[in-house]
């Protein structure tokens, strides 16, 4: 089955969201496979945000990502990268939908509290920066009898 990376940011962990963060995508039906506090090093942010490392919005993103402890995630269901950018919400908080976690958590998008894989290979990609196979578990998900057809 699908699985993706997500992130829930520095500034969610100091607010007191996590609770509530993995509470939605538990409630979604995801399988948590993946789970760990750990701080991001600026290497770990260089891989991660490959792409943007020549944006001019780099270095803030650089010092917000390795602010403070995230909580890194893999998660796992049958369209798990679309659920999961679906529940996060658009990056830029002032456009993300309410219901969304950035539409309801978050009002900047330096500040949007949690992130989410964006493709099956980007998602493989980054959980292979997160975590070692040993810490993404596979096991027996009794839900997905009752969430799938
Ligand atoms: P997403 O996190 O929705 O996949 P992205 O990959 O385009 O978005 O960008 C990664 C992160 O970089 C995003 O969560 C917040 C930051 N970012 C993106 N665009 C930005 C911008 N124009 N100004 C400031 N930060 C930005
Ligand atoms: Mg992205």
Redesign the pocket.
Known sequence: MEKTFAMIKPDAVQRGLVGEILRRYEQKGLRIAGLKIMNVTEELARKH?A??VN?P?FP??LEYITSGPVVALVLEGKNAVAEVRKM?G??NPLEAACGTIRGDFAQE??R?VV??S?SVESAANEIAIYFTAEEVLSFDYLPNTWLYE
């Open positions: 945000y792409e943007h944006k919005f803030g993103l996060n658009a990056t998008v330096g949007n992130h989410g964006d």
